[in-house]
């Protein structure tokens, strides 16, 4: 490495690090661009940011590509002039980058599927945001929301007696209504069939979301429970790249239904939290989950109404409706027709939304972006694009399974004046429900 005596300690750290991160898919993705500009009109930053060539997919992934060519590939370490590669030296162009990868990209890899070399700009730009989170460069939420999930456990840094506090009451307010001693939220049950987990956001802003997926799993007969601790399905690691944090919080969620003998750990709706949980998880915690299996909420709710555990009445949901597709659900995971199948059997007027399914775009707040407030202003401008869609459908309501996209839309909602309300599934099957008799626990 040459210039080492030009480069601060931080830049050299980031660049020592650069190397142990280059996996071959990875490096397939530095080096087959041809910049061809398929990409370009893929993401949300270019369209709402017209004629300004650095919000491109390839513009912004070349800011990294030309580091790598730099120090790890012989092109550019042969012909750096012609390649365009290009070292960082001081913190002036890590805190540039941090600009960069995460003020300008929301990671929702709506360019990456346009991409006919297969280049995967949001993988690297992940690998990029780690890189720059291990040597203290990021943003200052990035960093409040980290410490949070690695020292309490959760992103919202919601303490154990809050949260045990707060399911005992949505629990003590069930069994009231329903003068029944089985509708209950059951805390540590050993042995349940379900072991339900939740993003922080429920139990801090949303406890409704919780109590009607209480109702759901009281009216299918489940044998269900919540652990008291280590309960948070979400993952900032997905967001900040920092692998080490996203293992730990997967391996705690993954040991807490292990230790209670779970048989199925249900992720309730969460784009970010499935992927990390379902699909990331057991590679940065580097384990193998063999004694349970893992299902996305939707799953659950549409295979009780498949089975009968569950009746519905969708004149209950008399409102118009649209789905939005999380990025991490449907691009990243394939759950798009699973969510549509529950609409239609729990809502009678649906408008679909164009582009939709793994082509939708992003709620312009995934990434991580919600918690970043020093870029609010650019993420609410590109919002333009979302808006637009939103406002096509002509629905009154957008239903979504992902709490990031909660906030996302609902934001962009009011900043736009839209006046759509945001819902999610769990809402809409609980609202529909037909609990004609006490049910009894399978
Ligand atoms: S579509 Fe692929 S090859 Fe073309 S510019 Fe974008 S990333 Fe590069
Ligand atoms: S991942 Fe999404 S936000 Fe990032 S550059 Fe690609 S399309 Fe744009």
Redesign the pocket.
Known sequence: MNNNNKRSHKAQKLLERFEKKLNRQMVSSLV?????????EACHYVLANPGDPTYA??YK?DQIRRIFKRHFDWTGKVFPWWVHAKSVFTDEDLEQLKDIVFGKCTNCRR?SI????G?D?ATFNRMARGLLVSVGVMPEGVAVVSKDQWEIGNQMGVLKEDYVETIEWLSEEMEMEYNDPRAIIPIDRENANVVYSINPREVKYDPRTISDAALIFYAAGENWTMPSECWDMTNFGLFSGDDDLGGSVARKLYEKVSELKGKKLVISECGHGYRSTRCEGPNWAGMDINDFEMESSVITMLRYIGEGRIKVDKSKNNNSYTFHDSCNNARSCGLFEEPRELLDLVVDDFREMYPNRVENYCCTGGGGAMSMSEYTPLRLKSAKIKAEQLKATGAKVVVTSCHNCVDGLSDLIKHYKLGMEVTQLVNLVANALVIEKAPEVV
């Open positions: 087959s661009c041809v910049h061809c500009g398929n990409c370009t997919p390839a992934a360019c346009n991409c006919p070399m280049v700009f």
